[in-house]
């Protein structure tokens, strides 16, 4: 079964990944603790890596060894939040 990429997601060395722009820092942050609780839900964890207006995020299943349709359940949910 192939897994669909999501939408404004790439696949990129076995992983979704996407780069989310921001106006400043506070937006930057109150992303990041959307990401995080939708993250906690799904009990599926993202690497992201912060900075001042922008938050570069990527996710796979390290279990599965790539991406699963978990994983595209959360960009969707993150896309959501976006």
């Not at 979704?16 to 995080?36: D, H, L, M, Q, W």
């Amino acid at each position: 079964m192939s897994i669909p990429t999501p939408l404004h997601w790439t696949l990129k060395e076995g992983r979704f990944y996407r780069v989310f722009p921001f106006e400043s820092y506070t937006k930057t942050i109150a992303f990041v603790n959307k990401v995080a609780a939708l993250a906690e839900k799904l009990d599926h964890h993202p690497d992201m890596l912060v900075g001042y207006n922008k938050v570069e995020c990527s996710i796979s299943s390290h279990s599965a060894g790539g991406v699963t349709m978990l994983c595209v359940e959360f960009c969707e949910g993150v896309n959501a939040i976006r």
